[in-house]
């Protein structure tokens, strides 16, 4: 079956604009994470949504991102007034339940730069 | 600060050896550990994981020791390949939370 989707695969934008990086989980997983990876480093836990809710918004840097999931499906990270410490590569993950020991499938990634 | 720490990172090792990367941990809450494999332009996969009612976890050529005690575990691909070549993470959770802490990876090269 199909596994865990992201568009846009790249994105480049400047210093101030505004960006939407959007998430397809796998289908049935009510669990979703988004993590951030920076170049030579381990993902980064940023959200987590179980069902519609944010259940775990604490890795979220500052109020400038923010994460939704309206209908408990698809999810779209928001980042306003980038910054050039924004470029990473953005991770979609999604889970069977938001379990520790539930397999976390992730998705290829979002590379974002901010020039 | 880093929760898992993981070394070493980077490794290279001839065809047919043994490949062994580390990992420690300080939060006694930990209770899942599960190693990712993550290929160029790729998200990790899920290669192996381990909880630790039990010291050692074998799939295949992939084994994870855990040492509870030391707060220390590692895993150990056997008879390594080139197709091996990859970069790999260690990671926790917590049964109360959700979400993995990541070690810093490592990446790995098998040479022909």
């Known amino acids: 079956g199909a596994g865990v989707s992201q568009t846009p695969s790249n994105k480049v934008t400047e210093k101030g604009k505004y960006v939407e990086l959007r998430c397809d989980p796998i289908?049935?997983?009510?669990?979703l994470y988004w993590y951030r990876q920076s170049l030579g480093q381990g993902p980064e836990f940023l959200i987590y949504?179980?069902?519609?809710?944010?259940?775990?918004d604490s890795g979220l840097p500052n109020d400038r991102f923010f994460a939704v999931r309206p209908e408990g499906s698809v999810s779209t990270l928001k980042i306003q007034r980038t910054e050039r410490g924004d470029s990473a590569v953005y991770l979609c993950?999604?889970?069977?339940?938001?379990?520790?020991?539930?397999?976390?499938?992730f998705g290829p990634g979002t590379r974002l730069t901010v020039l | 600060q880093q929760q898992v720490k993981q070394s070493p990172q980077s490794l290279i090792v001839q065809k047919g050896g043994i490949s062994i990367i580390n990992c420690a941990y300080e939060?006694?809450?930990?209770?899942?550990f599960p190693w990712y494999q993550q290929f160029p332009g790729k998200g990790p996969a899920l290669l192996i994981a381990?909880?630790?009612?039990?010291s050692e976890k074998k799939e295949g050529r992939f084994t994870i020791s855990f040492n509870k005690s030391a707060k220390q575990f590692s895993l150990h691909i056997m008879d390594s390949q080139p197709g091996d070549s990859a970069t790999y993470f260690c990671?926790?959770?917590?049964?109360?939370?959700?979400?993995?802490?990541f070690g810093t990876g490592t990446s790995l090269t098998v040479i022909p």
């Open positions: 993950a999604s889970s069977l339940r938001g379990k520790s020991y539930n397999e976390q499938f």
């Open positions: 289908s049935g997983h009510t669990a």
């Open positions: 949504f179980q069902g519609t809710g944010a259940a775990d």
């Open positions: 939060n006694t809450a930990f209770d899942y």
């Open positions: 381990i909880r630790p009612d039990v």
């Open positions: 990671a926790a959770s917590k049964d109360t939370g959700n979400q993995f802490y």
